[in-house]
């Protein structure tokens, strides 16, 4: 089964910060894993993939999170935080070949001026 | 490239009436789609996945026969909440697969929040 667990319900930073976004994975095949992130009134939107090719994977808006199958863990970075950073973000697991994504219970980001 | 549309955005509507939501895939053809509920402040559930031109497969404990899927073309797929109840107020959301460059990737709708009176 496939699960992920993201640490954090709520994480605050100041602007130009970095951000840390916490999710450990569970699953008995090899995952893909992705982060999303939803802004009100928006649709979630693709932050970044793993799918076990490189480990440190990129993202677009300068996130970018780093596959530890050791800790299993894919927890989600960026050097220096940005006001339009401030959403909410899922971590969500697929076993690899199918189309069933499992959704963690989110972290809200807020960003402080 | 990529988008995905529902319609409506917001609906209310009064207990123990019907409400269609529709999802589109704008640009791109999507053999399969997704349906999402997501509660106030939880995470997404998946209800339901939508195949074009073959019934919707429901997850565990979703009522079929509550929560309608019609997926007639390659970039529409319907979710109808028949006689809905208070309960059913919630936050709809779908994704369109897009297949292909590796991974097939699912490409979310903004959501379709109904409020049942």
């Known amino acids: 089964a496939q699960s992920v667990t993201q640490l954090d319900s709520h994480v605050s930073v100041s602007e130009g910060t970095p951000v840390l976004l916490r999710c450990n994975y569970s699953?008995?095949?090899?995952?893909?894993l992705f982060w999303y992130v939803q802004h009100p009134n928006k649709g979630l939107q693709l932050l970044l993939k793993y799918t076990s090719a490189a480990t440190l994977v990129k993202g677009i808006n300068g996130f970018e999170a780093e596959f530890k199958k050791s800790e299993t863990s894919f927890h989600l970075t960026k050097p220096s935080a940005h006001m339009s950073d401030a959403a909410e973000y899922f971590c969500v697991v697929i076993k690899t070949g199918a189309n069933n994504l499992f959704f963690g219970t989110g972290t809200r980001l807020t960003v402080i001026p | 490239g990529a988008v995905v549309s529902q319609h409506p955005s917001w609906v209310i509507c009064k207990s123990g009436t019907s409400v269609k939501i529709e999802c589109r895939s704008l640009?791109?053809?999507?053999?399969?789609m997704f349906w999402y509920r997501q509660f106030p402040k939880q995470s997404l559930m998946l209800m339901a996945t939508?195949?074009?031109?073959?019934?919707?497969?429901?997850e565990q404990g979703v009522e079929k026969d509550k929560f309608l899927i019609n997926h007639a073309s390659l970039t529409l797929s319907t979710l109808t909440v028949t006689s809905a109840h208070p309960e059913d107020s919630s936050f709809y959301i779908c994704?369109?697969?897009?297949?292909?460059?590796?991974?097939?990737?699912?490409?979310f709708g903004p959501g379709t929040r109904l409020t049942v009176l």
């Open positions: 640009d791109f053809q999507a053999t399969t």
């Open positions: 939508s195949n074009e031109g073959s019934k919707a497969t429901y």
């Open positions: 699953s008995s095949y090899s995952p893909s």
């Open positions: 994704s369109a697969l897009r297949a292909g460059g590796g991974t097939d990737t699912q490409y």
